[in-house]
């Protein structure tokens, strides 16, 4: 169930093609979208008594105008276009805001404080949402790294105890399409997902089915994150499942082996189904995750660091303990950067299982 280094890497190459040719959104979707957002303010606005004070209307009122002033900037060809510049208005901005109408350069002064503000409570609550860096279950172990190329990251990383000691450790790590605040709201969508998901107790592949089919019903076409989703059990016993995501390393005596992506990335196609490899560890072997952040890291000639370079870091210290496992990786990431500055979101996580007598539960 294995994949060799071109077969695994293949599912993930595929996609950052389909990435570049494929639009954040389509103006026929978010019209649609649009529409609905109307007709729901209509129907909230009908509903409101007729006895009710002007000023209980007024703010759905003028919202209903904005929906309607940027339906017809779609019909006029008009929409996304800044209206003081009409250089393009980012899209990240339009997929978090589909009415904003001024690109970052002329915000008013109050506006880019605002937006500033913003930022910064994004990027705190997205800090507060990541898991202790240091998690205990039972023979496991699991330590990560993560570190935003700017104040929000669209990675995603979540280490979940089972609400019952007889349960498996969940543990998912993931990369939302795109950069910036769109990418961020959707890495908060995937946590909100996942941590209601995973207290329900579906198998693995239905955990993944289901979450896939709830994250197209929820965000714009265009939008989908790779993602890995594994559980830790008993006796060494691990479950992997991976929407797409660049393949994950299992290190062990035998040397480093890859076990590649078993579906399509979330949010491409609400039917989309999923497989689960099932491995054996032993105590000492490693499993290590990352997103493109670490293995597409350039060094000052355009070489990427790539899956080879990790696997050499991994195998070079098998055994060693999952914080000096991710302070190696990180290491050998700078040394082959010579100090370039990080373009991406960068995420690294190690899931070890303990030598006997190192066993402990998490707190």
Not at 251 to 279: D, E, K, N, W
Request: hydrophobic share 40%; aromatic share 6%; proline share 4%.
């Amino acid at each position: 169930m294995r994949e060799s280094d071109g077969t695994a890497t293949k599912p993930a190459r595929i996609l950052e093609l389909e990435s570049k040719a494929m639009p954040a959104i389509t103006d026929p979707y978010l019209r649609e979208q649009l529409e609905k957002r109307r007709d729901e303010l209509k129907a909230l606005i009908s509903a409101i008594p007729a006895s009710e004070p002007e000023t209980a209307t007024a703010p759905f009122i003028s919202l209903l105008r904005e929906v309607d002033s940027a339906v017809r900037r779609i019909d006029d060809g008009s929409y996304g276009t800044c209206e003081v510049c009409h250089d393009a208005v980012e899209k990240e901005r339009l997929i978090a805001d589909p009415l904003v109408r001024l690109c970052l350069d002329h915000l008013s002064g109050a506006e880019q404080r605002a937006l500033e503000r913003d930022i910064e409570l994004a990027a705190r609550i997205q800090l507060g949402l990541l898991p202790e860096p240091h998690v205990r279950f039972r023979d496991w172990r699991v330590h990560y790294y993560y570190k935003p190329a700017g104040m929000v990251s669209g990675d995603y990383c979540d280490v979940i105890s089972p609400s019952s000691g007889n349960g498996a450790l969940t543990f998912l790590l993931g990369d939302v399409a795109g950069k910036g605040v769109a990418a961020s709201l959707l890495m908060t969508h995937l946590h909100a997902m996942f941590r209601s998901l995973v207290s329900m107790g579906l198998d693995l592949e239905r955990l993944l089915e289901v979450a896939n089919r709830l994250f197209c019903e929820s965000t714009f076409a265009g939008q989908y994150a790779t993602l890995v989703c594994g559980r830790a059990g008993g006796n060494g016993d691990i479950e992997v499942a991976s929407a797409g995501h660049f393949p994950a390393l299992l290190a062990s005596t035998h040397g480093v082996t890859q076990i590649g992506a078993t579906g399509l990335p979330l949010g491409m196609f609400a039917t989309s189904c999923y497989t689960v490899c099932r491995a054996h560890l032993d105590p000492h072997d490693t499993l290590l995750l990352y997103t493109d952040g670490i293995s597409e890291a350039n060094s000052p000639s355009g070489e990427e660091f790539g899956i080879g370079g990790l696997s050499r870091a991994v195998s070079e210290r098998h055994g060693s303990e999952p914080q000096e496992l991710v302070a190696r990786c990180l290491r050998e990431v700078e040394r082959h950067s010579s100090g370039i500055r990080q373009a991406d979101d960068q995420t690294l996580m190690v899931i070890q299982r303990t030598g006997a007598g190192q066993a402990a539960f998490n707190d």
